[in-house]
């Protein structure tokens, strides 16, 4: 792992985090002190109750805070690859946070339409929650385009819920200007809908933040830079098995398998495998614990003859989407391969089989020795 000194990337990002989140914390607290007073003066539950979620949204960005803190310990014995997924563990907070505002809001909302009281809207309250508007509309840009450029999903999550605020402030005032100019009292329904979107909305980034935590499949992009990195700096045929972990955003470890000629020495093996590591955290910031390698045939025409066989058995199963790692040793006369199975498969292991099977059946001569993998990466 990257060592945690002040110029490391990680720490830098970190630091840019807290900035934003302690932005985040003074405007918000800003807002809910002009937003309750107005919504007191005014007898407005939309207000007070916007003023509230400005409270939440402050206190999300104290756990941001404090989840960044936490990830930029120092790795140490009892956490050795360092503790990046707690920011998975504050993303999850939020999200909780984020649906408990929506829930508050909707028994208020339900509360002021079973037993309705008459607002008193003037226009200082109006130019109030106008800008309200506004300011929570720039702070959900600033928290999700900070979020995207630092790879903060806490900050994300955060710049969503200021943007639905904006939102709820929005529908306020919409709401206020239709009493004001009819009489019409809708602010306690439209409170209903916008906090049926708030929990919806909380529980989206609930499950995007367990996805995380549960472990999700390797970004595409990612992992096809990880194997083309591999694939045209060095001298092998194809990078396989890649298995990527994610010990926070921006720290990943991996391992991957690759064919080499099996005329290829231990010693030339070493010296790429160790050119391989460098080349692929300089390039991609993916951290290679194990690079396994594949012997492949090139000197044997009946190994090659083999070898075409079992490819070509392998196009022919709908649900087989790669083979790889296939060796073939005419002296001890054996066959090793690995065929990767499609998720898609109505049954993968019932697949696998025939598909072995057949490879049996075209080499009798051989001893066929299948491994089935599963398609964990692009």
């Known amino acids: 792992m990257q060592a945690m000194n002040k110029n490391n990337p990680i720490v830098t990002r970190h630091k840019q985090i807290i900035q934003t ?11 809910a002190g002009f937003k309750a007073f107005v919504g007191v003066l005014s ?12 409270l939440t949204d402050a206190l999300s960005s104290v756990i941001t805070i404090l989840g960044t803190l936490i990830a930029g310990k120092r790795p140490d014995a009892k956490h050795p690859l360092g503790y990046g997924r707690t920011e998975y563990l504050s993303s999850t907070l939020i999200a909780v946070l984020v649906m408990y505002a929506g829930v508050t809001a909707l028994v208020e909302s339900v509360k002021k339409i079973i037993h309705p009281e008459t607002p008193n809207y003037t226009t200082p309250v109006l130019i109030v929650v106008a800008v309200a508007v506004v300011v929570k ?37 919409v709401g206020a200007l239709v ?12 409170g209903v809908i916008i906090s049926v979107i708030i929990i919806k909305s909380g529980i989206e980034m609930l499950m995007d933040a367990l996805a995380d935590i549960m472990g999700r499949r390797p970004d595409p992009d990612l992992s096809r830079k990880v194997r083309s990195t591999i694939q045209e700096n060095f001298p092998v045929h194809g990078a396989y098995d890649l298995l990527m972990h994610n010990y926070g955003p921006d720290q990943i470890v991996a391992s991957i398998h690759v064919g080499v000629d099996d005329s290829v020495s231990a010693v030339e093996i070493d010296n790429m495998s160790r050119d391989i ?21 090139t000197q044997n025409p009946e190994a090659v003859r083999v070898q075409s066989g079992i490819y070509e058995i392998a196009s ?58 599963l398609d964990v990466s692009d």
Do not use: W
Not at 43 to 54: G, H, Q, W
Not at 149 to 168: E, R, Y
Not at 277 to 297: F, P, Q, R, S
Not at 323 to 351: C, I, Q, W
């Open 21 to 31: 989140s302690i932005i985040g914390i003074i405007a918000n607290v800003l807002l």
């Open 43 to 54: 007898n407005s539950i939309a207000i007070t109750l916007d003023a509230v979620n400005n």
């Open 137 to 173: 509309v720039l702070i959900g840009k600033y928290f999700q385009s900070q979020g995207k450029k630092l790879n903060s999903d806490s900050l994300v999550n955060s710049g969503v819920d200021a943007t639905q605020d904006a939102i709820v402030s929005l529908a306020t005032l």
């Open 179 to 190: 009493f004001v100019f009819s009489g019409i009292r809708l602010e306690a329904y439209l």
């Open 277 to 297: 590591y460098d080349k692929v955290l300089e390039e991609t910031g993916v951290i290679l614990t194990g690079i396994g390698v594949y012997a492949v045939n």
């Open 316 to 373: 022919e199963n709908q649900y087989c989407l790669q083979v790889h790692g296939l060796y073939v040793d005419t002296e001890n006369k054996s066959v090793r391969f690995d065929a990767v199975m499609d998720f898609a498969a109505p049954d993968m292991e019932k697949e696998f089989e025939d598909l072995s099977q057949k490879a049996k059946n075209a080499f009798p001569d051989y001893e066929v020795i299948p491994t089935m993998d």
